[in-house]
């Protein structure tokens, strides 16, 4: 059932949501008309100055550690209302070839990247519940679909997030709570700057639209994915890359 028009505001937590594709999201889902919580681990100085541009409320946790999100929740709850839209956005890289990877590269990018999102999700889906209402966004990769060279650790918690949000997408549907995979492909955000030109040529020659995509683009999807009326799609995984991988 398609919820009436609310008069309280929807609280929705993005996590790394104060930079790239995390601050559109941000942005998008405050114009939408949600209470945003966007969160933050480094760059204090920027989430700052973000938070005072947009007027979206900014928290610093790490989201790997499950208390330090139990802490933030309770915050959030008590000060804001129950989260009831959750994107998981927050995610790390520590490429290298798997004959060089350490252990601790592959820990830290699988605790950040889906260890995190199991967190966030174990906490907040008993609110939706009671709510009767759940909106999860995990975002993915276009490198978690196809795999990358280097990236064992990534493509590995990226392809992990889309196995999360089949399973949790059956738990979750008679309580009318949805659980969507965005996997961007490449965008034009800050994560593309170490980036040599050439390279970045080539990948642009394989993406059949010709250009990169850009962070606005990723979050129109999130705002269309955790609407109230979206609530007839779940467990489905949306490429948001240009034509680059057809699955």
Not at 44 to 66: K, L, V
Not at 83 to 92: D, E, S
Request: charged content about 20%; overall charge neutral.
């Amino acid at each position: 059932m398609i919820s009436a028009e609310r008069q309280t505001p929807r609280v929705a937590l993005v996590t790394g949501g104060t930079r790239g594709i995390g601050a559109a999201v941000s942005r998008a889902l405050r114009d939408a008309g949600r209470r945003v919580v966007a969160t933050y681990t480094a760059r204090r100085d920027e989430a700052r100055a973000f938070e005072s541009a947009t007027g979206i409320r900014t928290m610093a946790f790490d989201a790997g550690d499950f208390a330090a999100c139990e802490d933030a929740l309770a915050r959030i709850a008590a000060e804001d209302g129950p989260v009831t839209i959750l994107v998981n956005n927050a995610g790390i890289t520590r490429d290298s070839t798997i004959g060089k990877m350490t252990r601790a590269a592959w820990d830290a990018v699988i605790d950040t990247n889906l260890g995190a999102a199991f967190n966030l999700c174990r906490l907040t889906m008993p609110a939706m519940r009671t709510e009767g209402f759940g909106r999860i966004i995990n975002m993915a990769s276009i490198n978690g679909q196809t795999g990358q060279f280097g990236q064992a650790n990534y493509a590995a918690s990226k392809a992990g997030l889309q196995g999360l949000t089949r399973a949790l997408a059956l738990e979750g549907a008679r309580h009318n709570i949805t659980v969507n995979t965005l996997a961007p492909g490449y965008i034009d955000t800050a994560m593309l700057d170490t980036v040599p030109p050439q390279i970045l040529a080539d990948i642009v020659g394989r993406i059949p639209v010709g250009r990169l995509g850009t962070a606005d683009e990723v979050a129109r999807c999130v705002t269309f994915l955790t609407a109230e009326e979206s609530g007839f799609i779940t467990g489905s995984t949306l490429s948001v890359n240009g034509g680059q991988h057809m699955a």
